[in-house]
């Protein structure tokens, strides 16, 4: 039995760089993993009637009910990035018969909200059948598979080093030196599909930013956010709130905070966070938060 954890990940910036000729955009965004994660666990199963050549004999779901209701635990949907992840591992070994595993899920990162859960599951699901299988293979093999299944899970088979995205979000450079960070994430329990929220950018026909050049390190928090503040942004921003209105509310809330040094949306949302000068001042601002707003999915954390 192996379990392993799939973190949350924050786009510390997001600039839309250009247009790929398959319709996809081109990014700079660097990217944090939070200590927030959703908890994968592999067991081997004695017998499985469905698991033939593919390997992946069930999925069960657990954790947060709030989210886990949400997901489907069918090993053939193929909407599912877990079972997905499965079967592209399976085929590319392509081995008469894998040794059918079976897959728990325990999820605490929210749905759809900018953290990348379901993308850190999938680069986990690799990890561990590559272990479970004992596949071994590269780490550059899995980063090629992973890119071909969807734009953030390249990224989460690094987690939790940071890393520098670019291109369509494959590209992966090496991020600064961070110190470490204390924050508070806030999702409004609304989404704001992806997809969408491209489009609409897209439509709004908002200029291409520049990628950003960063130092190889910051020194302390306060260094991190006066720069992300004077030469990032999220360039999602205006078309996630414009599908999601939710997303100004809670910017407004992160921001009225005190000590928040920087307060932002992560990826295509509808997930914010702010971050604060120490520990305490985040934890306490965590808890003011969902004391005035208890419907919302409020969590300190850090990176
Ligand atoms: O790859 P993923 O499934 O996360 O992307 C969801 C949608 O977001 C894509 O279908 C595309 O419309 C948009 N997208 C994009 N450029 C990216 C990443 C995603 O246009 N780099």
Redesign the pocket.
Known sequence: MLTLSAPAKINLHLHITGR?DN?????DSLVVFTDVVDHLTFSPADSCANSGERGLCSLEVAGDTTFAQHLKTDCNDQDNLIVRAAHHLAEYLSLHALAPVNIRLEKHIPLGGGLGGG?SDAATTLLGLNRSWNAQLSVETLHQMAAKM???IAACLTAPTPILLRD??NTLLPAPKMPECYLVLVNPMSSSP??A???RFAQNSTPFSSPIVFPDSFATVQDLCSFLKEHTQNDLTAAAESINPDITGVLHALATCREALLTRLSG?GSTCYAIFANKTAAHQAATELQRHYPDWWITPTRF
């Open positions: 790929a319709g996809y955009h081109h990014l993308s969807g734009s953030d369509t979000g992806t997809p929220v491209y489009k295509s």
